[in-house]
T-cell receptor, first 113, second 113 residues
Framework: DQQVKQNSPSLSVQEGRISILNCDYT??????FLWYKKYPAEGPTFLIS?????DKNEDGRFTVFLNKSAKHLSLHIVPSQPGDSAVYFC????????????FGKGTKLSVKP | GAGVSQSPSNKVTEKGKDVELRCDPI?????LYWYRQSLGQGLEFLIY????????KSGLPSDRFSAERTGGSVSTLTIQRTQQEDSAVYLC???????????FGDGTRLSIL
């Protein structure tokens, strides 16, 4: 059973528009959430994180929203750029478990010029 | 470069052979993690080292898998008597502390013939 789910395997967006990537989790002990971006043949690159004490964190074009009651988080990218095309992974941890991350299967984002 | 370094980048070996994968974490990072990504899957946690504490081996899939971290820096993941299902990309990550974002290497692509 997957504790972190990314139900959309792919997403296509026009350049300049907003990209919204979604993630659901089942474990109520998770209190730290991260988004990673991965290009082919490279390791995942950390993008942005959010602690469960917050419901929003913003860093430039990237904003993560957390809805604890729905056990749902989303990553908004605005405006989307062709260089954003990559696979995006949602990850979660219960820091009491000392930081190992549980990852979703990823969503492949394609931003078309 | 000051990132996480993994070697080799690719490894092809015959079923039944032993393999060793190496990870050089970012200097000063006390936490080190191993994950693997099988085709079409998310990242699967394998093992976690934090400072001088006993490692968290809860993610290792079988006793054929083991890892060491010498001197609190370089780590080696060893897979004995490899099987075809061991084929995956093995990713190493490090973080300043266990509750900080993890930074990944580019991985070792392991193929078992």
């Amino acid at each position: 059973d997957q504790q972190v789910k990314q139900n959309s395997p792919s997403l296509s967006v026009q350049e300049g528009r907003i990209s919204i990537l979604n993630c659901d989790y089942t474990n109520s002990m998770f209190d730290y959430f991260l988004w990673y971006k991965k290009y082919p043949a490279e390791g995942p690159t950390f993008l942005i994180s959010i602690s469960s004490i917050k419901d929003k964190n913003e860093d430039g074009r990237f904003t993560v929203f957390l809805n604890k009651s729905a056990k749902h988080l989303s990553l908004h990218i605005v405006p989307s750029q062709p260089g954003d095309s990559a696979v995006y992974f949602c990850a979660a941890s219960a820091r009491g478990s000392q930081g190992n991350l549980i990852f979703g299967k990823g969503t492949k984002l394609s931003v078309k010029p | 470069g000051a990132g996480v370094s993994q070697s080799p980048s690719n490894k092809v070996t015959e079923k039944g052979k032993d393999v060793e994968l190496r990870c050089d974490p970012i200097s000063g990072h006390t936490a080190l993690y191993w994950y693997r990504q099988s085709l079409g899957q998310g990242l699967e946690f394998l093992i976690y080292f934090q400072g001088n504490s006993a490692p968290d081996k809860s993610g290792l899939p079988s006793d054929r898998f083991s890892a060491e971290r010498t001197g609190g820096s370089v780590s080696t993941l060893t897979i004995q008597r490899t099987q075809q299902e061991d084929s995956a990309v093995y990713l190493c990550a490090s973080s300043y502390r266990g509750d900080q974002p993890q930074h990944f290497g580019d991985g070792t692509r392991l193929s078992i013939l």
